[in-house]
Each structure stands twice: as C-alpha cells, then as structure tokens.
C-alpha cells in the first residue's frame, strides 16, 4: 500500500512539479491480476484500483491497523472496465460499466472477479473510516441522481450523477459519483472553481482518448498550481486546495469526498477576479 503524507499550503507554494506529481498524482491504477491501493493520510481515504484475472480479495494490512479491510471502515466501487462481479460475503453483485457499489462497514470477505478474464473489469474504489454501517448497495448509471449543468459557451457541459449521498445508496462518511463531460466541452468544476473546507476529495480521471492530456488545477485560489493528468490517474485534493481542470478534449471523471458533513452543496464558490 502506498502511503501519502498530509500537506499544509504554504509548503505547497515552493513544491517542484515532480514533488507535486508525487504527493498528490496516483497513477498505475490497474495492473493485470493486482490490488492496488494508496493510502492518503488527509482524512484517511484509501484510493485503489483492481483489475481481476481471477478473483481477488480486498485485505486489510498493517497500515490499517485492524483485522480486515472495512472492519473500521466503509467502501464506494465503481467499475470502468467490462462486466465484473463483486462478492460480499454470500451476496453478488454484477457490475457493467460505470455501475456502481456500496459496501458497508463491518463486511469481512470482499472478493472482485472479471465475467471474462481476457477482458477484465477495472474497479475504481475509495475507502473512508466509518462510525456506522450501511447496508450494501449496487447502483446503475441509469438509475441514480443525475444534474445537467453548464453551457456551450464556457465549453463546460456535463452530467453530474450521484452514486453515494444522502439521497441515494446511503453512507456513514463517503459521498461519490461521477461526472460526464460531454462531447465539444473540456472544463470540470470551472467557472467558478471552488473549494470546501469541510471535506477532501478525489478525482479520478478516464475516458481519456491516448494522445489527450488534462491540466488538474489545484492549490490555494491566489496561489494555483497544476498537474498535467493522464487517462486512468487520481489527484488526491486537500480541503484547502481548489480542484478543477481542462482537457484536451471530452472525458469522465469520479470524484469522491469525506469530511464533516455530505451535504454536496457545501461548497466555497471562488471568485474568477480572485485566481492567480
């Protein structure tokens, strides 16, 4: 498991682009056969990938500190790849692409399998301490809580859906969706960026065509800074830092989120007059 250190703004201002990229970029999400996950010590969010050839366990380890995965904490899964299935104890749960899964505190055997090894299923998850337990959830594209915001002329326009809120599949800390951004649009979150100092967030970029690149924005609103984003990598953001960005052309990105309250609205609007 990777560990990834907290970090306060004014040491960021002075961070060289490599020690941004390695604070705060997760990359090699999925490998072929492999769990892997990267611990964030800014609210303890785990960010992890797993990519089945044949049926892997999700497992706790040292830096838990606890005897399985979820016996302190609650899990959000969503699958970008093929067809997938993950078992929870004696329930299955069938997962297509950009399905979406709840797993609640206390569940001990966790277990991701691909319907077709040739073709795996790629599980994007994140992992938040939890103080109650949920039941488990499996929730579709189709079915949540979905918001079209934006306009052609801020080259903005997206589909926001909510996964994991207190209106949908319900959780002790952990709110996660994603968010398309349609065809002819490059910007996420912009205008105007925001940040909440209530909560940390994740974004997790993909549908990224190869040669296509994505500037992630980030770091205190006088004091910008950015991190040039591949297809299949997570930018981990503190609460102090703004989290936005602009591709060089349409993708989805799913962002996830732990604090002091779910409330989605709970969010500190920054100026544009104020950016530097």
């Keep these: 498991m990777d560990i990834r250190q907290p970090a306060n703004p004014t040491d960021f201002e002075s961070y060289t682009t490599e020690r941004i990229r390695r604070e705060f970029l997760v990359q090699d999400l999925f490998v072929p056969g492999s769990v892997k996950l990267t611990y964030s010590y800014i609210d303890r969010m785990v960010v992890g990938g797993i990519c089945p050839e044949k049926p892997l366990v999700l497992e706790g380890g040292k830096e838990l500190g606890t005897d399985f995965f979820l016996e302190r904490r609650e899990l959000g899964v969503i699958n970008i790849g093929a067809a997938g299935s993950v078992q929870v104890e004696d329930q299955t749960f069938g997962l297509a692409k950009n399905d979406g899964l ?35 959830q499996r929730v579709t594209m189709g079915e949540v809580e979905s918001n079209h915001i934006g306009t052609p002329e801020q080259c903005n326009v997206r589909v926001l859906k909510k996964y994991i809120h207190p209106d949908g599949a319900r959780s002790a800390n952990l709110v996660m969706g994603l968010t398309v951004v349609e065809s002819g ?91 530097k």
């Design 102 to 136: 709840y797993v609640g505190q206390g569940i001990k055997d966790v277990v991701f399998s691909s319907h077709n090894p040739a073709e795996p299923a790629r599980f994007y998850l994140l992992s938040a301490p939890a103080h109650k337990a949920y039941p488990s």
């Design 185 to 275: 649009n490059v910007w996420n979150s912009m205008p105007p960026c925001h940040t909440h100092a209530r909560r940390m967030e994740v974004y997790f970029y993909y549908d990224l065509k190869p040669d296509a690149v994505l500037f992630h924005l980030m770091g205190e609103p006088e004091r910008t800074r950015h991190i040039v984003v591949r297809n299949e990598q997570a930018v981990i953001s503190p609460s102090w830092s703004i989290h936005c960005g602009v591709g060089t052309g349409s993708y989805t990105f799913i962002w996830g989120m732990i604090g002091d309250n779910q409330t989605f609205t709970d969010m500190d609007a920054v100026p544009m007059s104020v950016l």
